[in-house]
């Protein structure tokens, strides 16, 4: 391999963040420089764009493998069981979440590699914890399976770093809206699922009560965030798999309100289910400050530009006959 050039493995390479990762990787990087995994075989366009291996987290032999195999020196560990998924499943976000986690880390300490991205979440935090300006140092107690996972995660990453020397690196990813790949199992997928509904059907029943405000983003400045951490440099960064990173925040009902400015005659009803006490004990906006002190971090995209730009793709994607 030149030098400078990494390989890099992506896990969960099928979710909906994994599946735009890995492509904005081989635009950086190069087609064959970055290998593709996930416990499921992916679809035809994943399949064939570039190197792919079915890889389950859980098994720490396979991981340990999948490293050397394929010369590996980088990893963004994307596989998760999100919160939704997570109290309907609690046993498997362990094993994937926690177990996951430490497989790669394992792998990574044992095999010399040079960075690690393990991604955490706003469901890191809790009902205890402020709700509005949710700082970065605070009180860590959620009360679901997927954020006690989360928290185990950035304490395993910093651990990691500090009795290792592993570069590990993390940022709390807030609700994360995009048109690529559906999410699956989150709190936070009523707000990419009222766009489908509102240009296939006009009208949307969402899981969450209208006045429930979450911090969210737009994929493009998920994938920012996710690249722009791990190029930072490491002599400034204070810290490591903890970074609470924002965007813009927003209740359901202002959601359906800048979608109502481009389709007037949009119905939104309501019917709350049990994610709406996950989404109770979640922050309403973040302090991002150390992102942005540390390491340059600056959204790109608000309530207004982001739901412009979705209801575009969206409705590019049904004339194209590809709406999920
Ligand atoms: C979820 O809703 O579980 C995720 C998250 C906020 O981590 N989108």
């Given at each position: 391999m030149a030098p400078g050039k990494h390989r890099i493995l992506v896990t969960g390479a099928c979710g909906?963040?994994?599946?735009?990762l890995v492509r904005a990787l081989r635009q950086r990087a190069g087609r064959d420089s970055v290998v593709a995994t996930d416990v499921v075989e992916p679809g035809p366009a994943l399949k064939t764009a570039g190197?792919?291996?079915?890889?389950?987290?859980?098994?720490?032999?396979?991981?340990a493998a999948a490293v050397d195999r394929h010369e590996i020196d980088i990893v963004y560990h994307m596989a998760a069981i999100l919160s939704a998924k997570g109290e309907q499943h609690p046993g498997l976000a362990w094993e994937v979440n926690i177990n996951g986690t430490f497989n790669v880390l394992e792998a990574a300490r044992e095999k010399g590699l040079t960075r690690v991205f393990c991604p955490s979440s706003i469901a890191v935090f809790g009902p205890e914890t402020p709700r509005e300006d949710t700082p970065q140092e605070t009180v860590l107690?959620?009360?679901?399976?997927?954020?006690?996972?989360k928290v185990a995660g950035e304490l395993l990453g910093d651990y990691y770093v500090r009795r290792h020397g592993l570069d590990v690196r993390g940022c709390r990813y807030p609700g994360i809206i995009s048109h690529e790949t559906l999410p699956g199992g989150g709190t936070t997928?009523?707000?990419?699922?009222?766009?489908?509904?509102?240009?296939?059907n006009g009208r949307y029943t969402c899981f969450l009560a209208p006045e429930t405000r979450l911090p969210m983003m737009y994929m493009p400045d998920c994938l920012k965030a996710t690249l722009d951490l791990m190029a930072a440099d490491?002599?400034?960064?204070?810290?490591?798999?903890?970074?609470?990173?924002?965007?813009?925040?927003?209740?359901a009902e202002e959601l359906a309100a800048d979608i109502k400015k481009h389709i007037?005659?949009?119905?939104?009803d309501y019917k709350p289910d049990f994610r709406q006490a996950i989404a109770d004990s979640w922050p309403k906006t973040i302090d991002d400050s150390a992102a942005r002190e540390e390491w340059g971090w600056k959204p790109d995209f608000d309530?207004?530009?982001?739901?412009?730009?979705?209801?575009?793709?969206?409705?590019?994607?049904?004339s194209a006959g590809g709406l999920p």
């Open positions: 909906q963040i994994g599946t735009e190197p792919f291996a079915v890889l389950d987290v859980t098994r720490r032999a396979d991981v107690r959620p009360k679901t399976m997927y954020g006690l996972t997928d009523y707000a990419v699922a009222i766009f489908f509904d509102a240009v296939r490491l002599g400034r960064l204070k810290h490591h798999s903890d970074f609470n990173l924002a965007a813009m925040s927003f209740s007037p005659g949009f119905i939104v309530l207004a530009a982001m739901t412009a730009d979705m209801l575009g793709a969206v409705k590019r994607k049904m």
